[in-house]
């Protein structure tokens, strides 16, 4: 069955360190994976993508991910935090099914970055 | 660009009384749409999806259902609310093949 996890329900980061929200994912075939962010009360808001191509992939808001299909990982970076990228992230995985594209979303990982 | 819209913003509502959730799209057409709830502001439930008008799947056996009226409005709706329908609810669209979905602002919902 295809399935994402995401091992951390959350980390926390100094304000101007480098973050690492990690996902691993199971799918039969060629995996396409994505990124969201959730601020409170609000909907989900696209990062990134992987498709195929590159294995690191840039997104918005200086996010970057980086694809490693070895280890079946999709992990979620950024050089240096900024207190306004506390948020909740979510990763997820397109299932290509008839007639549409199916996504699997993680549990979700909440990124406090503190002062 | 495409823009997704959902309204009520934040609903409450008794229980046993019905529901009525809108999404509409601007700036695609034949858009695929979804309808997923969120519990307790952690994972998403896909709880419908659409290829088209009046062409409604189901992920999951529930107390609600989903609606195509148009091409680019989709419905969520329940004739009778359960507290356990409570949580924030989200719609999205995406075109076909590989892409990212693009979700609407939600509605949160308390059932009392």
């Known amino acids: 069955a295809q399935s994402v996890a995401q091992p951390e329900d959350q980390v926390n980061v100094a304000e101007g360190n480098p973050l690492t929200v990690k996902c691993t994912y199971s799918v039969s075939g060629n995996p396409y994976l994505f990124w969201y962010v959730q601020y409170p009360n609000r909907g989900l808001q696209f990062l990134l993508k992987?498709?195929?191509?590159?294995?690191l992939v840039k997104g918005s808001y200086g996010f970057e991910a980086e694809f490693n299909k070895s280890q079946t990982s999709f992990h979620l970076k950024k050089p240096s935090a900024l207190v306004s990228d506390s948020a909740l992230y979510f990763c997820?995985?397109?299932?290509?099914?008839?007639?549409?594209?199916?996504?699997?979303f993680g549990a979700g990982t909440r990124l406090a970055v503190h002062p | 660009s495409q823009t997704i819209h959902q309204w009520p913003a934040t609903l409450v509502q008794p229980v046993g009384s019905p529901l009525s959730l809108e999404c509409t799209v601007e700036g695609t057409s034949n858009p695929n749409l979804y309808w997923y709830r969120q519990a307790a502001g952690r994972g998403l439930q896909l709880l419908f999806y659409?290829?088209?008008?009046?062409?409604i799947s189901s992920e999951v056996p529930q107390n609600l259902s989903a609606s195509r009226p148009q091409d680019r409005q989709f419905i969520l709706s329940s004739k009778k609310l359960l507290l356990s329908d409570s949580g924030f609810y989200l719609c999205a669209h995406a075109g076909l093949g590989p892409y990212e979905q693009y979700f609407g602002p939600g509605t949160r919902l308390t059932v009392t």
């Open positions: 992987y498709i195929t191509g590159d294995n």
């Open positions: 659409s290829v088209g008008i009046g062409q």
């Open positions: 997820a995985v397109s299932v290509p099914e008839s007639g549409y594209n199916k996504l699997i």
